[in-house]
């Protein structure tokens, strides 16, 4: 049966809703991947940021899929599935991601784009009957997309799975995942001694596992790597100087990609907790883009980002009378600086590369602008700058 062409009317509305949400395609997909973490957490979103971004690039492709195929009246997939949805349930396998999971993030995917088809309708002139039709078309063809979808997305899946379950790594991968979830595993069949001394560390970039290798041979330390993509490596270091602060911090570094280090940690509970750690320490490094990031040094950042939008929130209140105005950044700068100078403005003065008297004006300025004197308020606006940091432009104006 040959499906009835849209009226003329209905048809150029359908055009406008297209216009509409393709024009809010970044917007959208930053509140889907919000509430993927805050409505999938299995997924992992917000917290690892590998899957992350596969789910940020699975959730562009899949919206510019649905909506030019909406464009053009086709059906669904009619090209395939988008590649970054298969290789975002690939990493989602390898990651441990249930594929429950990942089909709730294609239903809340659904409902996000639903509603903003529903706010471009409502500011759409047009006949009654023509906006009833178009509203129809949309709906069917937003259920179809996600319903034809996501079989070939749960195929990439369990291929992906299979495959590692039979590959000897998976073998490895696995023994490593039942022991970060509170199993006992043997040493022997890891090739590595749970019960020992750990270091627990994380690489990203090209030839992760390398950098890892290379580690672990100048501490003369024993090491398990497991590889989660073509980028990232997760690993431990047992043994040799690996617990040693100073002779780690002077290997590390010095290579293209980045290294993210938890505390040195004894036995089983601190093999899965290292992890925890390490795992906290590269989501900062990877938004801060430093090359190597020690969880000491971030302690107080995972922490407060455990609830993200509590902290944003935390940071637009306290650096609410500093924001990025023609001074503002100077301000933030000239606080840093003195802070990290432990209080000295002459210090600050020489690492801004102003004069004291500046210095001195720019602090006056910042205690007018909060409204209290800054030692007054040091532990908040201390934290507030630190997170400031590693959200960067995500403060979105603080509101």
């Known amino acids: 049966m040959t499906a009835v062409p849209p009226s003329p009317g209905a048809r150029r509305i359908v055009d406008l809703i297209v216009d509409a949400v393709e024009r809010r395609e970044d917007e959208l997909v930053a509140r889907m991947l919000e509430r993927f973490a805050t409505e999938a957490p299995e997924s992992a979103v917000g917290v690892d940021p590998d899957m992350t971004e596969a789910m940020r690039r699975s959730s562009h492709a899949n919206l510019r899929a649905a909506i030019s195929g909406l464009r053009r009246g086709d059906a669904p997939l009619a090209s395939g599935p988008p590649s970054d949805a298969i290789e975002e349930a690939r990493t989602s396998a390898r990651m441990g991601v249930s594929l429950v999971a990942g089909v709730q993030t294609y239903r809340i995917g659904q409902a996000v784009v639903w509603d903003a088809v529903l706010d471009a309708l409502e500011r759409i002139d047009g006949d009654r009957a023509d906006r009833d039709e178009a509203l129809r078309i949309c709906t069917r063809h937003t259920f179809a997309y996600v319903d034809a979808v996501i079989p070939p997305v749960a195929d990439a899946y369990a291929r992906e799975r299979d495959r590692l379950v039979r590959g000897r790594e998976q073998r490895r991968v696995q023994l490593v995942r039942d022991l970060l979830d509170g199993a006992d595993v043997d040493g022997g069949a890891l090739g590595y001694d749970p019960a020992g001394r750990h270091r627990a560390v994380i690489a990203w970039g090209p030839g992760a596992d390398d950098e890892l290798g290379r580690i672990a041979a100048a501490l003369r330390a024993r090491p398990l790597v497991v590889a989660v993509n073509d980028q990232t490596s997760w690993g431990w270091l047992g043994g040799g100087a690996a617990h040693d602060d100073r002779a780690v911090r002077d290997i590390v570094g010095g290579w293209s990609g980045g290294i993210?280090?938890?505390?040195?940690?004894?036995?089983?509970d601190g093999f899965r907790q290292g992890h925890v750690e390490a795992r906290s320490a590269h989501r900062i490094g990877?938004?801060?883009?430093?090359?190597?990031?020690?969880?000491?040094?971030?302690?107080l950042e995972a922490a407060m980002l455990s609830d993200e939008a509590a902290a944003r929130a935390f940071v637009a209140a306290e650096l609410a009378g500093l924001d990025d105005d023609r001074d503002g950044r100077k301000l933030r700068d000239t606080l840093s600086a003195y802070f990290a100078s432990g209080f000295n403005a002459s210090a600050a003065a020489a690492a801004l590369g102003v004069n004291d008297?500046?210095?001195?004006?720019?602090?006056?300025?910042?205690?007018?602008?909060?409204?209290?004197?800054?030692?007054?308020r040091q532990t908040e606006l201390q934290a507030a700058i630190r997170l400031e940091r590693v959200l960067g432009a995500g403060r979105a104006g603080g509101g």
């Open 357 to 376: 008297r500046t210095v001195a004006h720019r602090l006056r300025a910042i205690e007018d602008r909060i409204g209290r004197p800054v030692r007054a």
């Open 260 to 268: 993210a280090l938890g505390r040195a940690t004894v036995g089983p």
């Open 286 to 299: 990877v938004a801060t883009g430093d090359p190597v990031t020690w969880f000491d040094d971030v302690a």
